[in-house]
Every structure is written in C-alpha cells, then in structure tokens.
C-alpha cells in the first residue's frame, strides 16, 4: 500500500481507539523475560528500544511488529555489564540523530548511585568510540549525594541529566540537581557551574525538593519537574531554565518555577511538551506505581502561568475507579492527551496497565475506550500486578511498557493499542527528528 511505502500507518480495522492493536506481536502484547522498566522509545526507522534492568540494566529491541529484533545485539538483546554483581538501575535510553543510543543508567550500592552514560552502536554494540568499555562513569563533589531520576537528549547530542542532590547547597538540604554532558561524555563547562545546575524549587526556600521528570523543548530551554516540600506540604512544581542553566525570567516570574498549588501532595510524575500549542503537559501522581493513590494532568503556557483553556484551574483530576498513578504523558498530533501508568482497581486484580486520553479542553474523551479510560492486563499470574512504567507514540498508536508479574517474578510486559490516527509518530511529536530515515 501506497501510505505503509511512505511509513504512514493506516487505522486499525479490527480496534478502536485504545484496544490492543491485534497486528502488534501476540494479540496486542508480549512478555520479554524477567525485569523492570524504565524507558521505551520509537526509532525513526519505526523499530522499538525498551531499557529495563533486573541485576544489570540493559536494552530489548523489537521490531515495529512487536518481534524480538535480531539484527541489535545479541539476539535482540545488550547487557550494559557495568556494576557486575551488584544492582544496575535503567534511567533512560535516548536516541541521537546518527541513530546510536545513549543509555543513561546509576550503579546502585548501598546508599551509593553512580551514574553511568553507556553509548551503544545501530546494531547494538557498546560503542569503543564513546571509551574503551563504551562508558563513562559520571563523578561530583565527594561530599555530594546525587541521585539521577531522569534524562533528555537536546538535537546537539548534549544530554541533560536531573534528580537531587542532598547537602549540596548551604541550607543542608536535599535540592534539586541538573548536570549537561557532551556528546563526548565529557561536563559541559558552559552549563550552570561547571556543568552543574542546583536549585531550591520552591520560592522562598523548602525543606525538600527533587526532580522527576526532564525534557528539553524546541527553543533548547530545559524544562524539569518534580517535588517540592515545605514542613508537612508536599507540591508538585515545574520549572524552566535557559539553555546555560540559568532561571528562566519569562517563565513564571524572575525564578523559573511554577508550583502546582491546586495539586497538593503529589509530585510531577512526567513532562510532555505541545508544540503546536507551545504548552508542557504535566502528569501528576500520589504514591508509586507499586502503591498507586490520585493523580491527574494539567497544563501550563509557555509564560509558565497556569492554562485555564485546560480547566477552571489548569488541572485536570483523574478519578477511573480505584487507585491510580501516571508515568508518562504523551501529546498526539492533534493535540489530545494520553496519560499511561497503573491502575489499582477494586476487586482481586493487584494492578492494570491504565490508559486515559483527554481532549484540547481537558474534558475526557469519550471516543477512547467509551468514557476515556482503558484498563489493560496481562495477567501471567491469575489477578496480578501489571504496571506501565514508560510509553512512547510509536507511528502513531501508544507502545506502553512496564511489568507483569508472574509466578512472583516481575517481567517486561510491552503492549500497543490501536489508533484512527492515519499520521506517523514523527507528526505525533511535532518534530522532523522522529521521521524514517530515508
């Protein structure tokens, strides 16, 4: 067909809009072995990289059909064998324009993290023109404690790491922390201070405060969001910062942020960025996706105010029935958003896979499995615990992946659902960087 030679896709037949995609591997879904998830992500050739760990962090590839990808590492699969005998921790696996993959993962020790930047080939290879081992261990201060919690990638290869740094600024507390590396793995001198970005998020000072969630928008200024916390008051906030790491003056007052005041006790759980409305899509959650609580979605203009076109107070709660925790917001083409995470529902089921899709105005949209939510399930244990972790616009169709429990152990669950949106996923996120190669 004409549209698939141009890698378009056209709509699912035999699906609606939020049902799994019957073409995709086995009736919608697949189990890759045991682990957890941490990222998943769209190649612009249409092929998927999930990063997952169990002792060490590696990444599964797959086919734009949902079959192990054999031409990438070895059968499908490479092991990032840095903390041998210890326990690797996936942060994010990001995709340079030349097609390598960076894979950004923390050896986790104890009360010791390092951070570790892998660089792998195309065909899944640790890349020898990275380092001699294809790594490059990440080091600060000796008196630091920096835990990484997530990473982007900027269109210069440059990438942006973000978590918390306790006892890293005079106030002795636990702040949040950004680092920008060259492609080369070398510390952007030209960022913040020595590369280095450390900032209280919470005007007029909080007792603590770490990011969750990083992305870096289309005019290079990074946008990053997380917790803050002040006495007994938890609040999710969002901050901007100038592409040397400065505060961002245009976005929310003279200090970059913007709390979530209408959002209190929970945390930003994931950032999306609209192009066409030059607006960032908040995901918000109470608890964990193991303990699922409340969550719900706003979104914020590129002034940093709150977008009342969004609702009354530029939030949007999402109340499916039982417990819910979202872990990753998407923004298709034609702007309607899809939220992905865990659903703890009432009854014998631990825990789904959960889908919302919400309208331009924030209304949930009825044209999504009916009344705007999905609930999806593996169950390779009768009643079991499955939780998306990670999600990606893949030509167009949601690819959520996370864990699915089975015989007590967790495994990489991957599953896609159908879609009437006929335009590929390079449209989806706005950019000519997600187009197939040529």
């Not at 946008?223 to 592409?243: D, K, M, N, Q, T």
């Not at 970059?256 to 960032?280: H, M």
């Not at 015989?407 to 669950?413: F, I």
């Not at 599953?415 to 187009?435: M, Y």
């Amino acid at each position: 067909m004409l549209l698939t030679a141009l890698g378009l896709t056209v709509p699912d037949l035999a699906a609606d809009d939020g049902d799994l995609d019957l073409t995709f591997a086995d009736g919608g879904q697949t189990d890759l072995g045991q682990g957890y998830v941490g990222s998943v992500l769209a190649l612009r050739d249409g092929t998927i990289r999930i990063g997952y760990w169990s002792a060490d962090a590696g990444v599964i590839a797959l086919t734009a059909q949902g079959d192990l990808d054999t031409s990438f590492g070895s059968a499908g699969r490479r092991t990032i064998p840095y903390n041998v005998g210890g326990v690797d921790r996936l942060v994010a696996v990001l995709e340079r324009l030349d097609g390598r993959l960076v894979v950004v993962l923390r050896g986790d020790d104890d009360f010791e993290h390092t951070p570790v930047l892998a660089r792998l080939t195309v065909d899944g290879d640790l890349d020898d023109t990275f380092s001699a081992d294809g790594m490059h261990e990440l080091f600060f201060n000796s008196s630091w404690s920096v835990l990484v919690l997530a990473a982007a990638i900027q269109n210069d290869g440059k990438i942006v790491l973000a978590g918390r740094c306790f006892e890293c600024l005079a106030d002795g507390e636990t702040d949040t922390f950004l680092a920008r590396y060259l492609s080369t793995g070398a510390s952007d001198t030209n960022f913040g201070d020595n590369g280095r970005v450390i900032f209280d998020a919470v005007e007029g000072g909080t007792d603590y405060d770490y990011a969750t969630s990083v992305l870096v928008d289309p005019d290079g200024r990074i946008v990053v969001g997380g917790e803050s916390r002040s006495g007994e008051l938890a609040r999710p906030y969002v901050a901007r910062r100038l592409a040397n790491g400065d505060p961002d003056p245009d976005f929310a007052g003279a200090d970059g942020i913007r709390t979530l005041t209408g959002a209190p006790e929970q945390r930003v759980t994931a950032l999306a960025y609209d192009p066409n409305g030059r607006r960032i899509v908040v995901g918000t959650s109470a608890g964990t996706t193991l303990s699922p609580d409340f969550a719900g979605l706003a979104r914020i203009t590129d002034s940093g105010a709150m977008d009342f076109l969004f609702s009354f107070d530029g939030i949007v709660p999402l109340l499916p029935s039982g417990d819910t925790h979202v872990s990753q917001v998407l923004v298709q083409s034609d702007r309607r958003i899809v939220a992905v995470g865990s659903n703890d529902p009432p009854g014998l089921q631990v825990s789904s896979f959960f889908l919302a899709r919400v309208l331009v105005n924030g209304a949930l949209d009825s044209s999504f499995s009916d009344d705007g939510f999905q609930f999806l399930e593996f169950d390779l244990d009768t009643n079991g615990l499955d939780e998306a972790r990670a999600a990606v616009l893949a030509g167009g169709r949601v690819v959520a992946a996370g864990s699915a429990v089975d015989g007590g152990v967790p495994q990489v669950a991957v599953l896609r659902t159908a879609s009437s949106l006929i335009l590929a996923d390079g449209f989806e996120r706005g950019s000519s960087h997600s187009w197939a190669n040529p």
